[in-house]
């Protein structure tokens, strides 16, 4: 089996900062794709940014120039550092990866369990 756990979420004034960190353990071969979403409450989970394993990147347009995913592939994780916040932010973030734990295996999506960031106007 294999988890995402994400850390980082919290309470902060507009205009602050957050780093989101998720890390991804158990039975990986390897990773393909990473990204973040998040659900705000009463509205459908959508995509704030992916990354590829060679570090294409792509962000909704609502966070482009505040928000920059990374991610480190020798210790499985991908991080999202959040700058400029503001209320609309506020969401569950989760965190997603394509994994499989052999070459000829398949590619499986996994997702995290989610971690709460809350910014106060």
């Known amino acids: 089996q294999v988890q995402l756990v994400e850390s980082g979420g919290g309470l902060v004034q507009a205009g602050g900062s957050l780093r989101l960190s998720c890390a991804a353990s158990?039975?990986?071969?390897?990773?393909?794709?990473m990204g973040w979403y998040r659900q705000a409450p009463g509205k459908q989970r959508e995509l704030v940014a992916r990354i590829t394993r060679v570090g294409t990147t792509n962000y909704d347009d609502s966070v482009k120039g505040r928000f920059t995913i990374s991610r480190a592939n020798v210790k499985n994780t991908v991080d999202l550092q959040m700058n400029s916040l503001k209320p609309e932010d506020t969401a569950v973030y989760y965190c997603?990866?394509?994994?499989?734990?052999?070459?000829?295996?398949?590619?499986?999506?996994?997702w995290g369990k989610g971690t709460l960031v809350t910014v106060s106007s």
């Open positions: 997603n990866a394509y994994v499989r734990s052999g070459y000829y295996e398949p590619w499986l999506e996994v």
């Open positions: 158990g039975d990986i071969s390897s990773i393909n794709g």
